[in-house]
């Protein structure tokens, strides 16, 4: 008997029912598993010999009293499992490892006297591990490779997957913030210290596999609430391969949405055409034993508003040409050591260098850049690096050691304003800068380190487990002076003199100082403290069974306690607090063979606060602040400002007005979710999943009176701690599948259906909800005298990040077109419309100044509006074909929004109060802003290249 079937490829690359033997934080590896049987008893066959083919060479073993056999910390990969045993017919499968996934297989054997031939080609595996109960999916490089994935971003790879979305600030997973996204790339922990975003840039072919935890997912995982994104780079192997792409773009070849040229009186942009270049080789230094890999990846100067004009109207001396220009390189490099077939040593190390010359920030102000001396530089720097074992002690125990390193540096040496020694002059009335840029030459560095310590062992006593333990340790940090502009000085005044165009705009004597107006005509001194650090540590320790009690139930069991530290650059403790998170799974295996999946899970899920809330509480990015009044004469002279600055914010003089509560909480999130999974080997897979989700313990900035203020520039104290009033909740059925349809066509995806309500947007870059900032307890018992209340700071309903409807289907179909092959794959993505809200700036009432001037005022439930929804089909057409022994030549169209439907996403929702606090749209309200407000219009990619 043979059987075969070409599609099991394609199939097993997009499927995620299954769990992991090994999980490290940050898993790397994946496994393969299965029982050895007799072909219609079932009786277990011990003994028999199974061979693993590797890209890393062959592992053997032998099939226990059970008949069952288990490979571990397997690169992910193709492999080929054969099995013999004495008086049976071999068998063989050809199947592919997964990042965090065991492939499970039943190996049923003939006697020989049944047999005809002498090999048995299975089908495929069975791919449902019924002891695991995580929920996401797995992306391969060649689902990556086939699909018309924009940019191939680790970001629009990873928002393929049910339950993940986007926010303003990054993805969401299951309705969690942006902030709360668990990044890790070979182990490191990537997410910004600060900002919790993804901030590795990589090589995307060097891409191997993308994992989304969204769900069930083990208590060796933890610092989010949201999920995981586990990125896994290639590695060395015994063949020597490698590619070379091109990659082109060119606006003659897109389309521009409305506004894409620039609103009528304003400067017309122009994108020019970008080549970027990537190159990947790897292969064998000792064969079977030492691998390498490396890469590099470049970006040909980019332009995407080349011939700029500076921003400024001409009659300030604005419209000067110039040249936004931005290189990218990016190199890698990674060592694999096979010392034996048990033990392995590997490390990586990726460097980034993105120089950006030329920025405008002029607008910031509200105005713009007179000349190329306010433009400012940044060149930015990013890194990581890993340090790992991985190894079998005995057949039952394996041990796991990782140590990763992540560094971020924005801005530094060369970058900041190119003015030179002056300071940066703002005129009041345009907005416009004159003489000087933003920023200097101190970098902003954020880097993280983790590590990590695992055990597992295999235990047998009620069943089987899996028991796994291990240390988890991470530190983030951030040391930035953040200087304002190269010389930390900016003097804002009024109006000219003279008809700036008769020249010498720039010049001091064509400027109006109005010593009448102090609080807008004035000298502005900065003072940033260089090397300040703060620093956050988690600590963990965690325990979890995979429970295997009979062919029908398992159970993961599982706990995880985290020590969270906070310390600022004084070294003094913000706070030092341990949380305790369980994680439960109860799974029944309907029939006991794999194929029917029904799973209940309880979680509870421990994130962090990020260093951009933190960092409040010190100097580190923090300049003090010193404003003083103009008194006459040149105001290059420090003598013609007053000597005593009429505003002072100075984060070391008024260390007690930014606060961290020291008996602060980590954001908790709690998960109740049940799913039926089947799975057919040899055509596919669906499963359908309920998810309900609940947070607390939100952060959130608190602003009161000071009760002891050193002056009149000290009047408030803005404490960060828990509100337990806040609240996020989220509900969702995913139903997600995959099917080879035939050998040339397959289909799969995802619908998400949701719900996230609330009264908090969450996010803590600065912990900013407005509801506690206009005193203590808004609207409730002991408030302060005309406190605003809660609804009108703070309504409740629909979320910003809510999604009612979500798709994104995929596509591919191959055929064969002369001596090559031809491929067509296709992304369809339906989003419903985002919310928006009914609000205004409204005045604070008088009673409340001190806390300021305005506030964001509600004017309906939150949520009660909605954009349009929208929906986008991209398209690629690839062919490659053999040329010269392993070589082949391959080319790539990539066509986003290739319909180009240019579908507007969103308006302008600006508005005022009139007069009896009457809600009033503005001018341009339900109007296109820019062309952000559109989705996407049509953009070609072309790429081409050798690969062997």
Known sequence: MHLSNPRLGRLTAFLILGGAVLHAQGTQTGNIAGTVKETGTNKPIA?????????????????????????????????????????????????????????????????VSEAQTTVVVLASANIVDKTDAKAGQNFTLENISDLPVNNRTVANIASLAPGVSTDANGLTIRGGQSTQVLYLVDGADVADPVTGGFSAQLNED?????????????????????????????????????????????????????????LAGTTTYKDTHSIQQNFVVSGPIIRDTLFFIVGYRAQAP???????????????????????????????????????????????YNKTQIDQKGRDYGFFLGGGSTSLATLSNQPNTFSYYTLGYQ??????????????????????????????????????????????????????????????????????????????????????????????????????????????????????????????????TSLQVWVPVLGAKAKNTIQAAYANDKWKLNANWSFNVGVRADNFKSTND????????????????????????????????????????????????????????????????????????????????????????????????????????????????????????????????????????????????????????????????YQSLELQFQSQVT????????????????NYEGGQVGTQEQLHNYGPLAGEPGALPGALTRAQMSPEGYLLADVPVRARITSNYLVHLGPGKLNFGAILAYTSGGVYNKTASAPTPAGLSTFGGTYTE??????????????????????EVPVWRKATFFTQVNLVNFPNHQLQASWNTSASVAAGNVWRPGANYGLARTSNDYITARAVQVSAGIKF
């Open 47 to 111: 003994g028999a010999r199974v061979v693993l083919t590797t890209q890393q060479g062959d592992r053997v073993t032998t099939t226990n009293a059970q008949g069952a056999f288990r490979f571990a910390l397997l690169i992910p990969g193709p492999v080929t499992v054969k099995v013999n045993a004495e008086g049976f017919l071999g068998a063989s499968l050809n199947s592919r490892v997964l990042v965090g996934d065991t492939n499970i297989t039943d190996f049923p054997l003939k006697p």
């Open 570 to 729: 004084l070294g003094t403790n913000n706070f030092n607090l341990t949380t305790i998170t369980p994680r439960l799974a109860a799974i029944w295996d309907l029939r006991g063979d794999g194929a029917w999946i029904s799973q209940l899970s309880f979680g509870e899920y421990a994130g962090q606060v990020l260093q951009g809330a933190t960092d409040g509480a010190s100097v580190v990015g923090n300049p003090a602040e010193y404003d003083y009044v103009y008194l006459g004469g040149d105001p290059l002279q420090r003598s013609s400002f007053s000597t005593t600055p009429f505003k002072v914010y100075d984060p070391a003089l008024y260390r007690h007005s930014n606060i961290i509560d020291s008996n602060l909480k980590m954001p908790t999130m709690q998960e109740v979710s049940y799913s039926l999974k089947h799975a057919d080997g040899q055509n596919g897979f669906w499963s359908l999943a309920y998810s309900r989700r609940r947070w607390k313990n939100f952060v959130d900035d608190f602003v009161d009176l000071q009760t002891n203020p050193v002056d009149a520039n000290d009047l408030t104290q803005t404490t960060v701690k828990n509100d337990p009033s806040l609240w996020r909740t």
């Open 858 to 879: 509600y004017f309906a439930p939150r949520g009660a509006f909605r954009f349009p929804d929208t929906y986008r089909m991209d398209l690629q057409i690839a062919y």
């Open 743 to 758: 050998e040339a066509f397959s289909w799969g995806g995802n619908v998400t259906f949701s719900e996230l309500k609330g």
């Open 206 to 262: 060097m891409l191997s596999d993308v994992q989304v935890l969204s769900g069930g997912v083990s208590a060796e995982y933890g610092r989010f609430t949201g999920g995981v994104v586990n990125t896994v780079t290639k590695s060395g192997t015994n063949d020597f391969t490698g590619i070379l792409r091109l990659t082109a773009t060119d606006p003659a070849w897109n389309a521009y949405n409305p506004l894409n040229r620039g």
């Open 391 to 520: 190894g079998q002690l005995t057949s039952s125990m394996l041990l796991s050691a990782h140590y990763g390193y992540k560094k971020e540096t924005l801005g530094g040496p060369g970058g900041g304003g190119q003015g030179g020694p002056v300071p940066m002059m703002v005129d009041n009335q345009t907005g416009n800068i004159f003489d000087n840029g933003f920023f200097g030459e101190d970098g902003d560095a954020r880097p993280i380190q983790n590590g990590s310590l695992s055990l597992l062992t295999f235990l047998n006593g009620a069943g089987e487990h899996e028991l796994k333990v291990g240390l988890d340790w991470y530190e983030s940090s951030h040391s930035a002076a953040n200087s304002q502009s190269p010389t930390n000085t900016f003097i804002f005044f009024n109006g000219f003199t003279v008809d700036p165009n008769s020249g010498g705009s720039t010049a001091i004597s064509n400027r109006v100082f109005d010593v009448n107006s102090p609080g807008t």
């Open 302 to 348: 980019f332009a995407r508003l080349t011939a700029n004009q500076t921003t400024a109207d001409p009659v300030y001396g604005g419209g000067q040409p110039y040249y936004l220009s931005q290189t990218d390189d990016r190199k890698d490099i990674k060592i694999d050591w096979q010392i034996t077939a048990d033990h392995r040593v590997f490390w990586q």
